[in-house]
């Protein structure tokens, strides 16, 4: 891996326990109340168009989703080796986020189906800020990372 | 329902005009970009400085602008949304001379892309969502974040990288009809297929350009608009909107929801038109995939039929409905907020002065993100 870090993320109030969640490896993410269903990223309402409530709470989630949509980057970037993937992952409960996909020893568009099941995992970066990646369900067990 | 319909044919283009070169222009700062269009519009207006009281600008500040230009207009308008802004400034600019705040706008662009002279830089706060959610992930601009949602499209319609390549094929016939183009070589689907990966499914003869240049636009009431040396321009239709800026966050990434829901039919209902009467479109084109979005969001074709309707060349000289006659993004240039050049072709082939002249141009239809899908506009223009 290259030796630079990633541009990391720096928390708000209203983001502050998805990040923490993540240093304890749960997946805490936003559920809202009034229409049930999960959203990404984290604010103290629902955004969901027709619906906006503001009664929501925070949830563990399960950690595993969707393979939504990706792209297989080639370029350079002073934090990853290419080729990687930039993904968008739809979560179980509700939500779109953007992650990476782990456990791939060289990503091709054969491999990763959109719609593909994946699960959450953890990766800690330089300095102990833990962020989260995903891989394909099918192939836990193998390189987790 | 908001109903702009009054305002159609209002307001019209009098003036407009790039930079007098467009491509590498290492001795020319942005704000020189700003100022060398304006002028060259002005010139093709037959206006000086001291006629505008309205400007419109993204990319620096309207007060930036005023200051070195020497106006104080009474009319501003920095919506600064990405490379779409400028026909949201043109939409702005045709409510603010009805109600009369202004009588004659100056809309400006000016990017020093490649070089980056006097340009900002690119500064993202790790606490701004883009920072907390997209960056740590190595998002590195637009290739590999415009790009994010095309699998979805492949997915659900079958669109194929074939079809993605035949956009910039067609857009390339287009560019070597045009001496100001950069890229002028003729290319096939091969081609762009063998290009070096940049973000698959993206090659690099499916990305724009990275240009320097400019271009600017003069408004006025359609009362005062025959009375300049060239023939108006009139504005018929607009529509904006702004849904997202992290790309995760786009709403559908299979259609171009604020195209399809507000920005299209807005312009279409105060244009009072149809796709039929529709003879050009200028589809911004940052990549082979967002012209085949706007296809289908706009409804000039059902959803998922964008990528065959490009690969059957129906946007290529000699097809059914021209696209991107100027080359695009992809062939002519691209600054960066290319929605400047998009307006600047529509206006010259309705004037009949373009370097690839299509016959019988009544009506024009522009349309542009800004960002990332972020934002998006539409203008409908016409020469009658």
Same mark, same amino acid.
């Given at each position: 891996m290259p030796d630079i870090p990633r541009p990391l993320p720096a928390p708000t109030p209203e983001t502050q326990e998805f990040f923490d969640g993540l240093q304890r490896r749960e997946l805490r993410i936003q559920r809202c109340n009034a229409c049930g269903r999960g959203y990404f990223y984290p604010r103290p309402f629902c955004p969901r168009p027709g619906c906006h409530s503001r009664d929501v709470a925070w949830i563990t989630a399960s950690g595993r989703g969707s393979l939504y949509s990706y792209v297989i980057a080639h370029r350079g970037h002073p934090a990853f080796e290419a080729p990687y993937v930039i993904a968008v992952v739809e979560l179980e409960e509700g939500g779109r986020m953007m992650t990476n996909i782990a456990g791939l020893d060289e990503p091709t568009p054969e491999a990763l189906p959109a719609g593909a099941p994946v699960e959450v995992v953890y990766e800690e970066q330089p300095g102990g800020q833990v962020l989260p990646a995903f891989r394909l369900t099918s192939a836990a067990g193998e390189g987790a990372a | 329902m908001a109903d702009s319909s009054a305002l159609r044919h209002k307001v019209a283009i009098v003036g407009a005009a790039e930079t007098t070169d467009l491509g590498v222009l290492p001795d020319h700062s942005v704000l020189q970009l700003h100022a060398e269009s304006a002028f060259n519009a002005l010139d093709d207006a037959g206006?000086?400085? +001291? +006629?505008?009281d309205g400007i419109a600008t993204a990319g620096v500040s309207v007060a930036q602008l005023t200051e070195y230009l020497g106006i104080l207009p009474r009319w501003i308008d920095g919506t600064a949304v990405g490379g779409g802004s400028f026909l949201i400034h043109v939409g702005h600019a045709v409510a603010a001379i009805a109600a009369g705040y202004c009588d004659t706008v100056l809309i400006t662009h000016g990017e020093s892309g490649r070089s980056r002279v006097g340009a900002a830089a690119p500064a993202r706060s790790p606490s701004q969502p883009p920072g907390q959610f997209e960056a740590p992930y190595g998002v590195a601009g637009p290739p590999t974040m415009f790009s994010v949602p095309i699998v979805r499209h492949m997915q659900q319609y079958g669109t194929t990288e074939e079809q993605l390549a035949a956009v910039s094929v067609a857009t390339r016939q287009w560019a070597e009809r045009n001496p100001r183009a950069m890229m002028r070589d003729p290319i096939t689907v091969q081609d762009v297929l063998d290009s070096r990966l940049i973000a698959w499914p993206l090659h690099l003869l499916n990305c724009c350009l990275v240009t320097d240049g400019g271009g600017a636009l003069i408004l006025t009431s359609e009362e005062r608009a025959k009375d300049f040396p060239k023939p108006p321009v009139y504005v018929l239709g607009r529509g904006e909107a702004a849904q997202h800026v992290n790309i995760s966050q786009m709403w559908d990434f299979a259609e171009w929801t604020a195209a399809a829901q507000v920005t299209g039919p807005e312009a279409f209902r105060m244009a009072g038109l149809g796709h039929a009467d529709i003879d050009h479109l200028m589809l911004y084109d940052a990549f082979s995939h967002t012209p085949i979005y706007a296809m289908e969001a706009l409804g000039f074709v059902a959803p998922g039929e964008g990528g065959p309707w490009f690969a059957e060349m129906h946007s290529a000289p000699g097809g059914s409905l021209p696209v991107n006659t100027n080359g695009g993004g992809l062939s002519y240039t691209h600054t960066g907020m290319y929605g400047m050049f998009a307006i600047q072709e529509a206006v010259r082939q309705l004037r009949g002065e373009a370097a690839a002249q299509l016959p019988n141009v009544h009506t024009s239809l522009v349309h542009a993100p800004g960002g990332m899908f972020s934002a998006t506009a539409t203008l409908i223009l016409g020469n009658e």
């Open positions: - | 206006l000086t400085l +001291d +006629d505008i």
